[in-house]
């Protein structure tokens, strides 16, 4: 369906050679891409998702042979979910990705302009990355997001999906391409490995100055062999291993709301909470224990926590190490926000950690002294989401410290360079 | 001289342990220095300026150990020089620690801020980096040039200086955290590697977790380790083969004097051009080049550059990637700004490309098109480093493309957090 009669030939090729052609092609594309303005950006990713509607039955015929093949294969449920399309879910993707056309374009925004000592102007300006690698698994609608951000922002990028999706990922991602081109973006920005050898990707994560960046997204081992293994720099999170302190100062009625949600509104994302963090001096603790049991979570406490409800299961060490995913919660009482600060210190994945007070030197303590890339006073770590902060989109979130932290949207997939306008000065 | 009697013995631990151990450290101490205020970190790098003056004997005196361990070893006069501290060089060790003292603190700054779609206020904030590793070479100033700028910053710093440099590196690392320390910084805020074994620092580049960033200082073989090897992201700069494009409409006095300074003001700095692109049509192409040949620098021109002068040697393949820091330059003469783009976009190491116009229309173009850390029009490439730019120091030149390009000062140093200011909200 897809015509690769313009694609590398992976069969010819060493998975480095094959990288360095795709690189190739992907930069050269790249540079026509910075040359096309916002509105046409914008224009040709409408065009994708007209695209995409238009070849609506194609794509759900290539994702009827993944789903056949797949279950053949003897894929879980939860697994055959993610990879399934239906006329729905496909004009949700559809939507994305004008959603993402909708957005301010941030490529060309002056952050700083100064004056040198010399007397030059000094401007640093917003420009694309360059050719962003995303690795990702079995969701096919990741392949018309990622494509999406990527082009908005003035980026080439390299897609490699999951095996289990690859006749959806084709199909999809042949119609995109079909879209943009009709604006003028040449087709090799957007390209889809030709091969699902495990190699190539492998070659691709060593392509250091071939592959600007590398996004990897989904579950932890597939996060962490790409960071073992990538020479290219990576915007990831490993863990979510979320924490929500309830304070003594601590609405009881807010801590039970924020706690309920934070962990069970939806249990499968990063942003929910792992660890719940209770002051000893707060009263309404076996409240907020008892409605997270009744709303059907398990329980896993230290000495302390046990104490207040029986059926709080006994926590061990590798509990307070854990992101579950899943209705399962750990619990450790706490003396003061000091005891609090160490546990997250020492546990927390750097990704989303809540304090809830009504006193604020004591949010504001906690809100300089976490150090991860989210920290929250009184509300849910289920905002940790690049929508829910207004962003519009996001390519994920990442947990490192350098580059962007938190939700990585349009402006994470940017750098700058600095333009330096001169009279003819030379150094002195 | 250094009083090691607190810092981890080398001896008893593996590499691995010794930097798990230096790191904790350094961790530990990040987190009460980031809860020192902007005035105190000042007056602390004014005492460790205060106390490299007093210490001046001891440091003199070590620094006189290693030239004549150096002496024996045979280093060249040139490597003798750059290990060389006397009385001058000294003061101007201490003066620019406080120079940096008198620069604003980053730390602390709100990026943007804005609210959430469910009511919540979003603040981007400006905080330290934690743990950077310095690794440098025979230069004994990078020691307090990279603590002070480091501690300025709210980071904590694990240097590592070349062996030739050790008594002197000891010797200054102690007077700077004696001083800081009265100010109430923690020692470990500034430790300085207890060993020159080479494991050590193969460990420090393989700490993720540990490490923060790392930011090697010195020559090219140096860097290339540091980025081959290191799991910890790396900010450097590899080479700096800079291109003056001399477009049609150059001015031509502007044109030789840009050009004679860039190349000729030193030679030696990553910002000296290594290749100059002459347009076909500047009439006064041989004015310019029998100015650099009559200030003796050595031409290497393709065969249209060779016509122009008799002095001009033939150029072979390699010159164009090559980064001479010396009084060498490879000339080629292009037709139009579109090939000067393309030997640039070929050859560019994407550290500083100038274009010298008097066309507006051509400078835009270039400054937009050439995808490099600094593009400059009207000015010597040499104006590249972080005092030119007005940022009061520099730890160094970043080529990459993430994080930080081009001069890194105090704010390359810093990354931020989202502090989430809630009402109570949880997500639907």
Known sequence: MNDMSNTPDPSTLSPEELIKELATRGRAAQRKLARIGDERKAEALRAAAAAIRRD????????AKDLSEAEARGLSGAML???????????????????VASLPDPVGEEI?????????TLVRRRIPIGLIGIIYESRPNVTADAASLCLRSGNA???????????????????????????????DAIQLMPTQDREAVGAMLKAAGLVDMIVPRGGKSLVARVQEDARVPVLAHLDGICHTYIHADADPEMAREIALNAKMRRTGICGAMETLLIDSLFDDCTDVLSALLDAGCELRGDARAQELDDRIKPA????WDTEYLDAILSVAVVNGI?????????????????????????????LDEVDSAIVMHNASSQFADGGE??????????????HARGPVALEGLTTYKWQVLGQGQARS
């Open 389 to 402: 902060f207004g962003l519009g989109a996001e390519i994920g979130i990442a947990t490192g410290r350098l």
């Open 81 to 99: 979910d993610r990879l399934k399309l239906d006329a729905e879910r496909l004009e949700g993707i559809a939507s994305a990705i004008e959603n």
């Open 338 to 366: 000091g005891e609090a600060l160490e546990h997250i210190a020492a546990h927390s994945s750097g990704h989303t950690d809540v304090i809830v007070t009504a006193d604020d030197a004591a949010a504001q303590r906690f």
């Open 316 to 319: 061990d060490d590798e509990d």
């Open 157 to 187: 990028a390299l897609l490699r999906g999951g095996s289990e999706a690859v006749h959806s990922n084709r199909a999809l991602h042949a119609a995109f391409v079909k879209g943009v081109s009709q604006e003028g973006v040449p087709e």
């Open 56 to 63: 609506e039955a194609t794509i759900l015929e290539a994702n």
């Open 112 to 120: 700083s302009r100064s004056e040198a000592p010399a007397g030059m």
